[in-house]
């Protein structure tokens, strides 16, 4: 089952009993247990006919009471715990005798990162409820994610946009959003969201950063490169976007370099990328620091960096400064 199927059910009244909710992308999970509520409590009785823990807050046993007051004024209660794949297994024991004989009113929703010591205990759950794993979009339906949040908003975008917004913001939707929102107050009244309009959001210190470290780079000075990295990293900025920033940059500088050995004129050059004179001028003089090998090379690292971050419990920082060290080699 996913999110889709249990927003159907709901339409026809069929309340999960038992709901666990588990995977890497939190916001959707969020918004997923946000809406269930929404639906199943008005706004009003929430007060009385909700609860939320964490696990390790308060003994299993006092959740397990919790499911099984009866609702006030309303048909449902909703029960939620928070970082349920924390619990050890013998809490998750408590709690078996009441998966096998829910409350007929509380919606009990068990939220992890990971399956955790439930994964014995899915099919009791999924007789009486539901468990469904949210994964991350991958890169081809990230497009679509931002343009249908854009559309939300009554708005359209992009795909130009929509690409620029990824590749600068990274691939965390809570992010995304929050950029998308702005988009959607920044242009009023316009019904679409170019590429211009998101250009002008992505702060003005990053895209002079990417620069800066893509020109330390390009001349194989090291120590000022991860000087400048590592100023991202004290500014807060997300390891994955700093990754899909530098390998954009690439990218331009790649398209750039394609584009000017066709004898294309720099106007056109920079109009078929969609940049504005000074970030053209930019890239261009970029394009003197790589060989085609310097970027192919380069992409290669982006990909095994990217890998690495998502698949080992390395440090993101030491891969990142591990690939620009090697870059500038």
Known sequence: MDFFALDKGLKKGKVPRVLYLFGDEPYLIERGIEGLRRKIIPAHLQEFNRDVYSAGEVPASRIVDAARTVPMLNPWRFVLVK?????APGDVDQFLPYIEEPSPSTCLVLWGDKSGPWKQSFP??????AVIQIKSYFAGKLIGWIKREAQAYGKGMTREA??????????????????????????????VIELEDVEELVSEVKTR?????????????????????????????????????IARQFRLIWKAQYLVSKGIEKEEVGRRLKLHHFYLESILEQTAYFSEDN????????LQTDLAMKTTTLSKELLLEKMVVDLCH
């Open 83 to 87: 970082e349920a794949d924390h619990f």
């Open 124 to 129: 009791k759950i999924r007789a009486v409820g």
């Open 162 to 191: 929509a690409e620029y917004l990824k590749d600068m913001v990274g691939n965390r939707l809570r992010d995304l959003h929050n950029e998308i929102e702005k988009a959607v107050t920044y242009v009023g009244e316009k019904p």
């Open 209 to 245: 950063t990417i620069f800066e470290l893509t020109d330390a780079i390009g001349m194989r000075n090291s120590l000022e490169a991860l000087r400048i990295l590592r100023g991202m990293f004290q500014a807060g900025e997300a390891h994955l976007k700093i990754l899909s920033m």
């Open 295 to 302: 970027l192919r090379e380069g992409f290669h690292r982006f």
